[in-house]
């Protein structure tokens, strides 16, 4: 088992450019979860998937930024366009139930300048 | 709203000295009760868990917590903390009320001193 899979691990961008984040969640995991952690406000959940659909974007700041999940293995969070205020560990986490502990992934950290 | 609080934001203590962490959550429901440990530069890992049963769960590396639910409390807690403790803590709370809702504190970073 490999784990929740992360890419980039760092990410540093110019204001304004697009920005693509990528998670491969564990197999056999239904739920998959985006969190954001700054030292400001701490771990916010900004979306999660059940079986490849999203249940609950409430977190996501703004329409700037959006998820896809368009396979079991595979889930994207973009950022379009990135401002500075985005700088952050944005951490992937998957769990196979609704009430099973969670799988993080190594997390990208991402710096807009 | 739900919420979870951890009232230490940072905690300094020497090795050998006994830690208690707070976490208090804000659901009259049922919940599911965590404690995941974010070691400096790596991902979140799962301390340890109560879902029913015992209120006194215990984890790995010596940790364990205990759940009072009229206080709405998940105290983590450890006898003797070593140097290797160091690192940041989270309390999480799973609701699976409406949709489903897993939510963490702020985080308690500790420092152990050698």
């Keep these: 088992d490999a784990g929740v899979i992360q890419s980039p691990r760092h990410e540093v961008t110019e204001m304004g450019q697009e920005v693509t984040l990528r998670c491969k969640p564990i197999s056999g995991h239904d739920y998959l979860f985006w969190y954001r ?9 900004l979306i999660y998937f059940n079986n490849n659909v999203p249940i609950d974007d409430s977190g996501m700041p703004e329409d700037r930024f959006s998820a896809k999940m368009p396979n079991a293995s595979f889930s994207t969070l973009k950022i379009q366009p990135s401002e500075p205020r985005d700088s952050a560990v944005y951490f992937c986490a998957s769990s196979p139930s609704f009430d099973s502990p969670l799988h993080f992934g190594n997390g990208t950290r991402l710096t807009v300048t | 709203a739900q919420s979870v609080s951890q009232h230490n934001h940072h905690v300094i ?6 830690l208690e962490l707070g976490c ?7 919940v599911n009760l965590f404690w995941y ?3 400096p530069g790596q991902h979140l890992q799962l301390l340890l868990k109560y879902f029913s049963g015992d209120p006194l769960v215990k984890g790995i590396k010596g940790f364990e917590a205990e759940f009072i639910k009229s206080k709405f409390s998940f105290n983590l807690r450890k006898p003797s903390v070593q140097w ?5 803590y989270f309390c999480a709370v799973n609701i699976a009320s409406g949709t489903y809702k897993y939510i963490f504190g702020t985080g308690t970073r500790l ?3 050698a």
Excluded: F, I
């Design chain 1, 37 to 45: 952690q700054t030292m400001m406000r701490g771990l916010e959940l």
């Design chain 2, 13 to 18: 203590l020497s090795e050998a000295a006994s």
């Design chain 2, 24 to 30: 208090n959550y804000s659901y009259g429901g049922t």
């Design chain 2, 37 to 39: 440990v974010q070691y």
């Design chain 2, 84 to 88: 290797s403790d160091t690192a940041e």
């Design chain 2, 111 to 113: 420092k152990v001193l």
